[in-house]
């Protein structure tokens, strides 16, 4: 391992010694970053290992509790973002931080110190936003309203109001998700200009391909801290990965997440070799299904068909009617026209409790939002959904001696981190929480299971435990359908691909015809092809 | 290469016996701080009035227990009170506001005035049961109303229940002085409802058997919110409505149906009161339980098994409080203070809590 | 003067308390802060109002000190919510019943127990020169008391300040995405409190006005509701300046006419016309709501260092 000393006279920015913790949790503990000038500088390690804590710190959105900050061998101080910005320090986070009723211009210009008597003056900012915009080839309209902005152009937002403010650091948290790989490249040749008008770049991914394509530098973290630091010329993803994950036990056994995607993968999953659903029945079968979304206009309008065994993905940018799909096939979201049917059972208008009785599973995208009652215990939320059912119940009332039962068996079998069965959801992380809403859905044998991103933000771990929990579920005759934003992850884990943009279907393939390119093609719009 | 330890997560133990012991005993400290630091403030300010906070006190605690006629007087005054505090509490499980607890309970009152006054003479194990069950429909169908109008058009429930409130005043002022007005009594007042429909007195000072009326009903409540399949439903809503329905459960029904019960049991409060209290419709009769009954289910941090306990306190205070405006010269107002006090320093007493053990860790 | 003229005029004069009081519920719904102790603190302005201006006679600082008590109550709210991330609907239940219990107490404690009690002059009418003497229009709008005055142009400083300015574009911010504003450097609490100061001082010079109009005195139950409508209100004027002070003519018809009916006799018994405000505002808001958009985190606290919540 190359532990790189940064280029160049004195580093444009040094992170010394950082400490954060949350309650009882540390987050950071003592992590070094150093950033040279000219550089895009690759921050990488699965989530919870830190990353964006630390750009948060940076960033004052969180306060360190020990730790010290030098920009351009200035220490400086950094109490909120007010600080961060004044010290030309510009933040992209993952989820955009926009006023959706805002246009383009207002939401880059608000926190500025523009005059306003008689009124303010936009037009001339417009016209200054624009002239950015051509100069970094970040294209967009400043008049837009943000809310009618695909997200792709939502993040060209983003940066623009780092460079609106005159950052010399600019960080980019997890950039490319929801992004095609056409956008993605577009995104890179983006970062390249602002590197070489004498910005430096933080990039935060969780993805070795992605650091290996556009870094100069690499820091890598894991669990809190800093694991090392790499030129990406002397390293390699072999390398990457054994830095991301620690003991080579357990490379191998999550070796397929840190390389998704990767030219070669290292491994194969344990039912990969053995698909042979080619010919299982169809259990599900839905033609025509129209949802609306809240607006109530039409956003998905989709005919599919799920094998037993099979595990079939939706590809798509973000807000192409992912979210009405998932529910309306969930039986969380009326549908307005079609029909939805597993094993021969039209389930389509009835209530979402009939969905759950006969065995439709759905593992929401925002699992904190959708997926648990935070304030209540592991034992209540696992009762959720069955409390009408007869397993926890007895007469009217709920038996919750069984339910307990049923939780403790839970927490064993899905190896859910929880100091007992009545702790309240809300203490435990993201990745336990998801184990939670697994236990729930495989504990009624499901026939059909909806997954939506079910991997975003977990851990290494806790990502592999979901791959080998769906997989688990397909080989035992479930049909899968998985919802994702990733790429990497439907192509490791589908036999089937189906892309949808607008609400529609606009192309399928198969295991075998996988090509990122043509699929981020069908993802953008930019042909109908079958 | 470093190895590292993984973030250690330690919640605090609930599950342990003791530390349920501990749970518990923190929680009665934060009202034992908070009844004291309310005290001691609205003390200050009795003393700036020019009167001596100690006569003010020693009237409050004590009328309620010198004399039989005093603890009779309380419990009538407990039993609206929790009934009230629970008509707000069971909407707030499932994260609904439901102000209007005075016009339902007005409103179920009218309805068994109503009802007492037309079939007067029934024999009582016919018009008693009536009078009840018609205040707490008339309840549960006022409810109802602000209920279709959140569900169905969206407004915010703690307007449409609260600007019932208003309505229900029209209405009792309509039939205390324009249907069955009595003209002697000078004040908007309906003639009296049939005997058979006046809820039996039992001991001496008499006491009516609303109490024990009362008295199932929240224990029931505590039962149904616990253990019952509706009871789970409600608390899923209201600790997250989304999750709540995406996992089958109907919301909106949950959110009405919960609203529905609370008018009910206002309804039944009003009934009690015309049946057991009053003998009929007084224009005025809610006082302000309405604002009591808030207090109560707020203090009680919607916890249905401590409802009926701050409500007792809650009535000694008020039983109290006129005692103390004759003896001590203070306005009984200064009660309603006291109470927004406790209320607000048990919600800091969170906050300091909070940091407290953080700090200590 | 005829009929309509007179009848306009008295609309008018009843916009004032609905315009004050849901600007100041507007004012701090738009950063965030959803108060529901109108109806308490427009009591407390009453009887404030009442009591400094017959101690010292004078309406100006019976106002003053009115609605200094309301910002004070405000401040408190939008500083718990704020740093102590207590919920804003237990805080404001909490705070009408403080206020209102305040209200009463304050009185009696001045005034005591009376069959006849003192009387403080209402505020006089003020023409404007030249404008009063317009037909119609002159009658009704520019030959009313100051506090008239104010509240139209209130309405219009507001609206300047929502949509033209710096300011605005940070205050709204606030109450749509608190966590954007906070990453470009607006201060959210600050923002939310002095708004929510802003709003309580607005409620509680609605409540001064109506003994300085109406009664010359306070009475219990003088406010009859209009806390509540003001919440009302600013929903059907969807949160906007402008519109609010479009709808609050509506909300004092209903009350003008209310009053009108009764005195007119009409064959209905008064008990039911008393009801109009009440039900026309359920009825309007049952097919107004449509439209109407409310500002993203309004009733919500935000908190920066949270981990789940975006």
């Given at each position: ?59 004052g959105l ?23 910005i ?5 933040m ?13 211009t ?7 110190e ?6 303010m ?6 016209e ?26 939502r ?10 403010r ?28 602002i ?46 990965a ?43 079968v ?25 595990i ?22 009326p ?53 009408r ?16 039962q ?20 809300a203490?435990?992380?993201g990745?336990?929480i998801q ?56 192509t ?5 691909i ?8 606009v ?24 | 290469m ?35 630091m309310?005290?001691?403030v ?22 309620s ?51 007492g ?5 029934l ?22 109303v ?20 208003f309505?229900?005043?029209?209405i ?104 057991g ?36 306190g ?15 010269g ?32 | ?11 008018v ?118 404008l ?15 506090m ?41 609490a ?10 309580g ?9 109506l ?12 406010v ?5 409508l ?46 109009l ?25 935000y ?8």
């Amino acid at each position: 391992m190359t532990e790189n000393s940064s280029p160049g006279p004195r580093p444009l920015l040094h992170m010394d010694g950082i400490r954060k913790t949350f309650g009882p949790v540390v987050a950071l503990d003592g992590v070094d970053l150093t950033v040279g000038r000219n550089e895009v500088h690759g921050l990488l390690g699965g989530n919870g290992a830190g990353k964006t804590t630390l750009m948060n710190v940076l960033y004052g959105l969180y306060r360190a509790d020990e730790g010290i900050v030098t920009l351009d061998g200035q220490e400086v101080v950094i109490r909120d973002p007010r600080d961060a910005i004044s010290h030309g320090i510009g933040m992209v986070h993952q989820n955009f931080l926009q006023v959706d009723t805002y246009s383009v211009t207002e939401n880059i210009v608000l926190g500025t110190e523009l005059p306003s008597w008689p009124s303010m003056d936009l037009k001339g900012q417009a016209e200054r936003i624009a002239e950015l915009s051509t100069r970094f080839g970040l294209s967009v309209d400043p008049l837009a309203t943000v809310a009618d902005l695909s997200v792709g152009l939502r993040q060209r937002v983003e940066i623009l109001k780092a460079l609106y403010r005159g950052a010399k650091v600019l960080v980019l948290d997890e950039p490319t998700t929801n992004l095609t790989p056409q956008e993605v490249d577009s995104l890179f040749g983006s970062l390249r200009a602002i590197v070489d008008e004498g910005m430096s770049v933080v990039f935060i991914t969780h993805k070795i391909r992605e650091t290996m394509a556009v870094c100069d530098t690499l820091t890598v973290m894991r669990d809190g801290r800093r694991v090392g630091t790499v030129a990406r010329r002397g390293t390699t993803p072999t390398e990457l990965a054994g830095l991301m994950v620690g003991d080579d036990a357990m490379v191998r056994r999550v070796t397929e997440v840190v390389t998704a995607g990767m030219a070669a993968p290292v491994g194969r999953g344990p039912t990969v070799d053995a698909y042979a659903a080619g010919d299982a029945p169809e259990r599900v079968v839905v033609s025509g299904l129209l949802a609306h979304n809240d607006h109530g206009v039409p956003a998905a309008d989709v005919s599919l068909s799920v094998r037993g065994g099979e595990i079939v993905g939706i590809a798509g940018v973000a807000g192409n009617g992912q979210v009405e799909l998932a529910e309306a096939l969930a039986g969380v979201r009326p549908t307005a026209a079609g029909s939805m049917s597993l094993d021969g059972r039209d389930l389509a208008g009835s209530p979402t409790a009939t969905w759950l009785d006969g065995g439709v599973a759905y593992v929401p995208e925002d699992r904190h939002r959708d997926g648990i009652l935070p304030s209540e215990s592991i034992v209540e939320n696992l009762v959720l959904g069955a409390q009408r059912g007869r397993r926890f119940r007895s007469g009217p009332f709920l038996d919750w001696r069984r339910a307990r039962q049923h939780a403790e068996s839970s927490i064993r079998a899905f190896s859910i981190k929880a100091p007992s069965a009545s702790t309240p959801a809300a203490q435990l992380s993201g990745g336990n929480i998801q184990r939670i809403i697994l236990a729930r859905a495989f504990s009624h044998e499901p026939g059909f299971l909806i997954l939506h991103n079910p991997t975003r933000g977990l851990d290494i771990p806790s990502t592999q435990f979901v791959y080998d929990r769906t997989r688990a579920a397909a080989a035992s005759g479930t049909a899968v359908l998985l919802i994702s934003e990733d790429l990497d992850e439907l192509t490791n884990l589908c036999d089937r691909i189906l892309v949808v943009y607008s609400g529609r279907i606009v192309g399928e393939r198969r295991r075998g015809e996988y090509d990122q390119y043509e699929l981020g093609h069908l993802m953008a719009g930019l042909e109908e092809s079958a | 290469m470093t190895t590292t330890t993984a973030p250690v997560q330690t919640p605090p133990r609930t599950e342990t016996r003791a530390g349920r012991g501990n749970a518990l005993a923190r929680q009665v400290l934060a009202y034992v701080v908070a009844v004291l630091m309310a005290f001691v403030v609205a003390g200050i300010i009795i003393a700036a009035l020019g009167h001596n906070p100690f006569d003010a006190y020693r009237a409050i605690v004590t009328t309620s227990f010198k004399s039989g006629f005093g603890l009779v007087e309380t419990v009538h005054k407990w039993v609206p009170l929790v009934l009230l505090a629970l008509a707000f509490t069971i909407p707030l499980a499932a994260g609904k506001y439901n102000i209007g607890g005075e016009g339902q309970l007005l409103v179920g009152a009218t309805a068994s005035a109503a009802a007492g006054i037309l079939l007067a003479d029934l024999p009582i194990y016919v018009l008693l049961p009536l009078v009840l069950v018609c205040g707490v429909l008339a309840g549960a169908v006022f409810a109802w109303v602000a209920a279709w109008l959140m569900d169905r058009f969206g407004i915010n429930e703690i307007l449409s229940t609260v600007l019932l409130n208003f309505v229900s005043f029209g209405i009792v002022d309509y039939v205390a002085s324009e249907v069955w007005s009595d003209p002697a009594a000078g004040h908007p007042t309906t003639i009296p409802i049939g005997e058979g429909g006046l809820l039996p007195l039992v001991g001496r000072p008499p006491m009516h058997l609303g109490v024990l009326l009362a008295v199932l009903v929240a224990a029931a409540v505590v039962v149904v919110m616990r253990r019952s399949v509706p009871g789970f439903e409600l608390r899923a809503v209201g600790a997250n409505a989304r999750a709540a329905q995406v996992h089958g459960i109907r919301v909106g029904r949950v959110a009405v149906g919960s609203l529905v019960v609370g008018g009910a049991l206002a309804g039944l409060a009003g009934a009690i009161e015309v049946a057991g209290v009053h003998g009929k419709l007084i224009e005025g009769m809610q006082s302000n339980y309405l604002l009591l009954g808030i207090i109560i289910g707020l203090i009680a941090r919607g916890n249905a098994l401590a409802v009926p306990f701050v409500a007792f306190g809650i009535a000694v205070l008020e039983v109290g409080s006129s005692a103390m405006q004759r003896s001590a010269g203070v306005p009984s107002e200064m009660v309603l203070i006291v109470e927004a006090l406790i209320l607000l320093f048990l919600l800091f007493s969170d906050v300091v809590g909070a940091r407290l053990r953080r700090s200590s860790r | 003067m005829n009929e309509v003229t007179s009848f306009l005029q008295l609309v008018v004069t009843a916009m004032v308390p609905f315009i004050l009081a849901a600007q100041g519920t507007m004012i701090a719904g738009r950063a965030g802060v959803f108060n529901v102790a109108q109806e308490g603190l427009m009591m407390l302005g009453a009887s404030v109002g009442f009591l400094v201006s017959l101690t010292f006679g004078g309406n100006l600082v019976g106002l003053v000190v009115a609605g200094l008590g309301g910002g004070l109550f405000g401040w408190f709210l939008g500083w718990v919510t704020t740093r102590f991330r207590l919920d804003q609907f237990v805080i404001g239940l909490a705070l009408f019943f403080a206020a209102a219990g305040l209200a009463s107490l304050l009185y009696k404690v001045v005034i005591g127990v009376t069959l006849q009690p003192p009387l403080i002059p209402t505020l006089d009418d003020l023409s404007v020169p030249g404008l009063s003497a317009i037909p119609l229009v002159g009658p009704v709008l520019f030959q009313q008391s100051a506090m008239v005055y104010f509240a139209f142009l209130l309405s219009g400083g507001l609206y300047w300040l929502l949509y033209k300015t710096n300011h605005g574009l940070k205050l709204r911010s606030v109450g749509e995405n608190p966590k954007a504003a906070d990453s470009l450097g607006v201060n959210v609490a600050r923002t939310r409190i002095w708004c929510s100061a802003a709003g309580g001082a607005l409620m509680a010079l609605a409540g001064a006005y109506l003994p300085m109009t109406y009664t010359g005195t306070y009475t219990e139950g003088m406010v009859a509701g209009r806390g509540w409508l003001a919440i009302a209100l600013a929903f059907f004027g969807g949160w906007r300046p402008q519109y609010i002070l479009a709808g609050s003519a509506f909300f004092a018809g209903m009350e003008v006419l209310a009053l009108r009916v009764q005195v007119g006799g009409l064959d209905v018994p008064h008990q039911f016309i008393s009801m109009l405000p009440y039900v026309a505002t359920l009825l309007v808001m049952m097919f107004a709501l449509r439209w109407a958009r409310i500002p993203a985190f309004l009733g919500r606290n935000y908190d920066r260092e949270s981990r789940t919540s975006h």
